[in-house]
C-alpha cells in the first residue's frame, strides 16, 4: 500500500546510486585514485622521481630550516669546491687554528701561499727554524739586527757571535804602537817616511812617491820638490845615496845636500880625492828618502 507517499517520491530507478565510486561526482583526487594513501608533491628545488626525492642543482646558497645533517662524511671532495671559494681572515670560511700540519701535505705551503709578513715570532713553535730551514745565500744584512754605531760583527774569545767596537783587537793598547784610530773608527798608521825616489843623472824621475819633481839645475846639481803639504816644517830628515863607481873614474864620490826648505832641497854630486881643491861634479843617478814625525 503506497497511500501517502510523498508526491515529490522518485520511483524512478535511473538515478538511484549502485555503490560504485564511479558513479559519484566531485570527489576528491586523494579518494578517487581508490587508495588510501597520502599524496606528495616535489616542492621548488625537488624531484620526485617514484618513492625517491632529490635535490635540483642549485645556482647560489641552500637555505632553509634544515637542521639535520644532510651530507656524508668525506662527501665534499677537491672537484666540488669551486677555486678561490674558501678564504680566511676576518669573514672566511675557515675557524681560526683549524689548519695543523697533519693536515698539510710535505711541502705543500710554499711562499705563494703566505701573506707577507703573515708569519711572525707568534707563529714560529720554539726551535722549530733550523740552519737546514734556511736557504744558502738567504739570510741577507738587512735580516740581522743592527749593532751601534762603527761596531762590527764577530765572536769573542767565547765564540759568541757579538757587535763590538770596531778597533777592539785591531789597535793594541801598548804606549810605543804607531798605529792610531781613525776618524771613523778604523785602523790608522802615519808612516814617517814621507817620500822617496831614484833620479836619473839627467833628473828624470825613473821612481817616486807621487807628486815628487827633479830637475837638474846645473852639472851634478839637482833640484828635488816634495809634494805640498808632505812635511811639517823644514826640519824633515834627508837621506841620499848613490851608486858605486868601483874604483874607476870618479872613483871617490860624494853626495850631500844644500837649501833645505819646506818644500824643496837640492843635491850636489862630485869626486872628492883631489886634495884641497874644490869637488869635482860630475852627473849621476842618486836615490834620496825624506823622514817626518
Known amino acids: 500500500d503506497l497511500t501517502g507517499v510523498p508526491a515529490n517520491l522518485d520511483t524512478d530507478s535511473t538515478d538511484d546510486f549502485d555503490g560504485e565510486w564511479t558513479s559519484l561526482n566531485n570527489i576528491p583526487a586523494d579518494i578517487a585514485d581508490g587508495d588510501d594513501d597520502t599524496t606528495y608533491t616535489a616542492g621548488t628545488g625537488l624531484n620526485l622521481a617514484g618513492t625517491e626525492f632529490s635535490v635540483n642543482n642549485l645556482v647560489g646558497d641552500v637555505t632553509g630550516p634544515i637542521n639535520a645533517t644532510v651530507i656524508a662524511d668525506n662527501a665534499i671532495t677537491t672537484a666540488k669546491i669551486m677555486d678561490d671559494a674558501i678564504v680566511g681572515g676576518p669573514g672566511g670560511k675557515i675557524k681560526d687554528n683549524s689548519i695543523t700540519a697533519s693536515d698539510l701535505a710535505p711541502n705543500s705551503v710554499n711562499s705563494s701561499e703566505i701573506n707577507e709578513n703573515a708569519v711572525g715570532t707568534s707563529e714560529l713553535k720554539d726551535n722549530a727554524v733550523e740552519t737546514d730551514n734556511i736557504m744558502n745565500g738567504n739570510v741577507t744584512p738587512i735580516k740581522i739586527e743592527p749593532g751601534s754605531s762603527n761596531q762590527v ?20 793598547a801598548e804606549t810605543n804602537n804607531d798605529i792610531s784610530v781613525g776618524a771613523n773608527g778604523g785602523a790608522f798608521y802615519e808612516s814617517p817616511i814621507k817620500a822617496f825616489g831614484k833620479i836619473a843623472s839627467n833628473g828624470g824621475v ?88
Do not use: C
Open 153 to 172: 760583527l764577530t765572536t769573542n774569545d767565547s765564540g759568541a757571535v757579538v757587535w763590538e767596537d770596531q778597533t777592539i783587537n785591531t789597535v793594541g
Open 206 to 293: 825613473t821612481k817616486a812617491t807621487p807628486g815628487v819633481t827633479v830637475s837638474r839645475i846645473s852639472k851634478g846639481r839637482y833640484r828635488v820638490t816634495l809634494p805640498a803639504g808632505a812635511v811639517s816644517d823644514a826640519d824633515y830628515i834627508i837621506q841620499l845615496s848613490q851608486p858605486g863607481r868601483g874604483g874607476a873614474g870618479n872613483d871617490d864620490p860624494g853626495i850631500s845636500y844644500s837649501n833645505q826648505t819646506a818644500t824643496s832641497f837640492e843635491v850636489i854630486i862630485g869626486d872628492n880625492d883631489n886634495g884641497g881643491m874644490d869637488r869635482h861634479r860630475f852627473n849621476s843617478e842618486f836615490m834620496f828618502t825624506i823622514l817626518d814625525l
